[in-house]
């Protein structure tokens, strides 16, 4: 039997390096959407492989997800796994032990595909007074995802047919790659910071050189869980419905950075509005936003609620798709 997305409870799943993202659609009700920290890419480098550790929290997570799933009589559920998932040596392994838990196998996206269903996710979620951002916004839009392995960049527009991506980049600086790469100290050396920043440059650059499309935009929106703590964080509070179409200034977005990366670890966590599964990563997250910014020329950014998760499920409906088998193993 199949179904689509508009017509019958709904559920993505994007399995990530640093959490596990949820959105769920049950018709008649509001969405509701779920991050839950795995750390899953922990001490992941290249070549390297998934630890047992991480791989046993991130399965502890996707039970929660699949009774959260039963419950809401979800018959459509779509699962994508991104950076960590692509590129540990055992990351098929791990796979297949999600597909025994959810019932479906994950998709695993590549870093141009993960850019493009974050704009289209970012540009077309809703919520709060933000509403759909797409429309609202001068254009181009850069939409940037910054996650914990890598960080994705997609430049496009909307138009009558939806969003539309011109060019797209996937890059290898992430909140969880650069915490454990560069920033041992706390709280970090000045010259960590530099490092973690200069390679952010360098990164960006090289993308940046090869295609004029990135340097044409003319809006700014940034989304995932760097995003949304760094305003989080402004705002003191977290609050989906008045973070989304939030605009944060450069100099907002610098300041907490100061704020945030001088502070130790155990001063870092009482700042309201920072999760506390975020407190070790979210400065190196920091670094990288304030590079774009800076290297960029944005004066200002737009914060959205929307991700991959909801490109993915914006994207099922267009299509049939079987139904998961969600029954007790």
């Given amino acids: 039997m199949t179904h689509t997305h508009a017509d019958v409870p709904s559920m993505s799943v994007d399995i990530g390096t640093n959490s596990v993202n949820t959105l769920l659609d049950v018709p008649g009700e509001p969405r509701r959407r779920h991050t839950y920290y795995t750390r899953l890419g922990a001490g992941l480098e290249d070549g390297g492989a998934l630890s047992e550790e991480a791989m046993g929290r991130a399965i502890a997570v996707l039970e929660q997800v699949k009774a959260e799933a039963s419950e809401a009589g ?6 994508t796994a991104s950076s960590a998932s692509r ?11 999600v597909a025994g838990v ?14 493009r269903l974050s ?18 916004l001068p254009g181009p839009v850069l939409v940037v995802d910054i996650g914990g392995g890598s960080t994705e960049l997609a430049v496009g527009r909307v138009e009558d047919g939806g969003p539309s991506v011109t060019a797209s ?21 000045p010259e ?14 090289e993308v940046l050189v090869t295609n004029e499309a990135f340097g044409e935009a003319a809006t700014l929106v940034i989304v995932a869980g760097t995003a949304e703590t760094i305003a989080a964080v402004e705002l003191g509070r977290w609050e989906d419905g008045v973070l989304h179409g939030m605009r944060l200034s450069k100099a907002q977005v610098e300041d907490v950075f100061r704020t945030l990366a001088t502070e130790a670890a155990e001063d ?43 490109g993915v499920l914006r994207e099922a409906g267009d299509r049939p798709v079987a139904s998961p088998s969600l029954g007790s193993d």
Avoid at 102 to 115: F, H, N, Q, R
Avoid at 119 to 136: D, H, N, P, Y
Avoid at 200 to 205: G, I, P, R, S
Avoid at 294 to 309: A, T, W
């Fill in 169 to 189: 980049a996937s890059l290898e600086v992430g909140s969880v790659r650069f915490t454990e790469r560069y920033l041992h100290a706390d709280p970090p050396l």
């Fill in 119 to 136: 704009f289209v996710g970012a540009l077309t979620a809703e919520g709060g007074e933000g509403g759909q951002l797409g429309r609202s």
């Fill in 268 to 310: 870092r966590r009482h700042n309201p509005g920072l999760p506390a599964e975020r407190v070790d990563v979210i400065v190196a997250g920091c670094c990288i936003l304030v590079t774009i910014m800076r290297r960029m020329g944005f004066g200002e950014c737009v914060v959205s609620i929307g991700s991959v998760r909801d």
């Fill in 102 to 115: 959810l019932g479906v196998t994950p998709t695993v996206i590549s870093g141009a595909e993960e850019a």
């Fill in 192 to 205: 960590e910071l530099s490092d973690c920043l200069s390679v952010t440059e360098a990164t960006l650059d």
């Fill in 74 to 79: 979800v018959e459509r559920l779509v699962a």
């Fill in 87 to 97: 590129e540990a040596t055992n990351g098929a392994a791990f796979l297949a032990r």
